[in-house]
């Protein structure tokens, strides 16, 4: 039943998560497009259920079943989860590690599941398949029109890398993943002040006004640091910055028009994509100056 | 004041009687009768509240708490504090309670090691257990019991994903989930005993 896991070394279970099938389908388009490029077959989940992150403040037990359940599944293929929504990795990583380690957790939602945990794969998010399965040099390698007329920041989202001890994955107080990939497509890095900030978004549906307080101040340092672009690798802090970037200008007064990227949108189109084929129309913040002024530049055009 | 909306969960007495709306106890004088001993030590038995015991109340947590910054209410280190107390009643029906981001900017800085943003998880499963809960839990929760995710997309959307060449949506095992809900005790807690 289930296929040995070494020959399927570039082959990966697609956890879409909630969010970005419901509205943040440009991420997914986008994600499709430079993962086939970089050789990376994506499988798509059986079946498949929410991570269990949003129910988590309603009952602990119920989110771990959840994710635990997802993880059982995938241990049934044999691949390991590819989550392009950092709360859905966060939330299976965490899941996968805490099962692996208590014995008694273990025993106590197998038998909720009426499936038996065996603790076989790995659970990650696209950041970290980028950085670590596909690497930096093979991500270079596949740049045809590098973006050097183009100044990018980053904002990584928390749940890529915190809880720290939990997940395990890059630095949580000074990320540099996301930065790396952005500097593989030729485009420079700019660094802002509160660069770790949270976005706010998990508090979205109970308070009307901190989340946008937030994005908003964000936006406004990335915009005074220089940057042309916002880089993002999550479904909710892209509904921040993008999504509520009209909301935030009319509700504050401010005039920002940053265009937010999903990074695979960034690195397909270093990779020669088309607006079209990145689903760039989707983004609520225009990209179009952008592409017409890199594509004077460097040749990157706009189909 | 933040502007969090709570509605009950249950029909157990909430400390208002049967209003539906609570007075936030935050900030008036703690009584005598508040404290319960016994409360630290229940949170602190729940897996991320092993460390809760260890903290000295510097402040990090609340200083470098995004939320904090632009909330002039919600300070995880009061709602730490308010535990160590044992001020059981006061935390479990703070409005503020549900402004955690759990972004675990907290959790990762807390010299002390406690787990403050899942500190806030048990304290947040305890009050919706025993009264109330946020309609938007209970709406994505409602979701995950009807259609396997939080959130029920519209049919047009699912068409236009095989439109533009996208393979369908994996199908959810919903009797699966049904039998996670009855066993976890979410369904129970979500649709009422009744």
């Known amino acids: ?303 | 004041m933040t502007d969090t909306k709570l509605e009950k969960t249950s029909k157990i007495n909430t400390p208002e009687g049967n209003s539906g709306t609570l007075k936030n106890l935050i900030n008036s004088p703690i009584k005598a009768d508040e404290f319960d001993p016994h409360f630290k030590h229940e949170i602190s038995k729940i897996h991320g509240g092993e460390k809760l015991k260890q903290c000295f109340q510097c402040g990090t947590c609340t200083s470098d708490c995004p939320i904090a910054r632009f909330s002039d209410s919600y300070r995880p280190r009061h709602l730490i504090r308010m535990v160590l107390l044992g001020l059981k009643k006061r935390v479990l029906t703070s409005d503020t309670l549900w402004l955690c981001a759990a972004c675990f900017t907290c959790t990762d800085r807390c010299p002390q090691n406690v787990e403050v943003a899942s500190v806030i998880r048990i304290l947040r499963n305890a009050a919706i257990k025993q009264m109330l809960i946020p309609p938007i839990f209970k709406e994505l929760g409602l979701n995950i019991l009807k259609g396997g995710i939080a959130y029920r997309i519209p049919e047009l959307r699912l068409k236009k994903r095989e439109q533009i060449g996208l393979p369908p949506l994996p199908k959810c095992n919903l009797d699966a989930l049904k039998k996670l809900g009855d066993a976890t005790g979410f369904s129970k807690t979500l649709l009422g005993a009744d």
């Open chain 1, 1 to 303: 039943m289930t296929a040995p896991k070494e020959e399927s070394k570039s082959k990966f279970l697609l956890f879409l998560g909630c969010a970005i099938p419901y509205r943040v389908s440009s991420y997914e388009i986008s994600t499709r497009k430079v993962l086939d490029k970089l050789g990376i077959e994506l499988v798509e989940m059986p079946e498949y259920n929410c991570c269990g992150l949003p129910i988590d403040p309603v009952n602990h037990d119920m989110m771990i079943s959840l994710a635990a359940r997802n993880l059982c599944l995938a241990e049934q293929q044999g691949l390991d989860i590819i989550a392009l929504c950092p709360g859905c990795a966060g939330t299976l990583r965490k899941v996968n590690r805490k099962l692996k380690e208590d014995k008694h957790l273990r025993e106590k939602i197998n038998s909720y599941l009426g499936l038996e945990f065996k603790g076989t794969i790995e659970a990650k998010h696209l950041l970290q398949l980028l950085a670590e399965d596909i690497g930096y040099q093979k991500i270079k390698d596949s740049i045809k029109k590098p973006l050097n007329a183009l100044s990018a920041s980053d904002h990584s989202g928390c749940h890529v890398t915190r809880p720290g001890k939990y997940i395990g994955f890059d630095n949580p107080e000074n990320p540099e993943v996301l930065k790396h990939l952005i500097e593989a497509t030729g485009a420079n890095y700019v660094d802002y002040v509160d660069r770790l900030e949270c976005c706010g978004a998990p508090i979205a549906g109970v308070n009307d006004n901190i989340p946008l307080e937030l994005s908003r101040e964000k936006l406004v340092h990335v915009k005074d640091a220089g940057a042309d672009v916002l880089i993002t690798v999550c479904p909710f802090c892209h509904m921040m910055f993008d999504t509520n970037q009209p909301r935030i200008e009319r509700r504050f007064n401010e005039n920002l028009k940053i265009p937010v990227l999903h990074y695979p949108q960034l690195l397909g189109l270093a990779m020669g994509f088309s607006s079209k084929e990145l689903a760039l129309e989707g983004l609520r913040v225009s990209p179009n100056h952008l592409i017409s002024q890199m594509g004077a530049k460097t040749g990157v055009s706009e189909k």
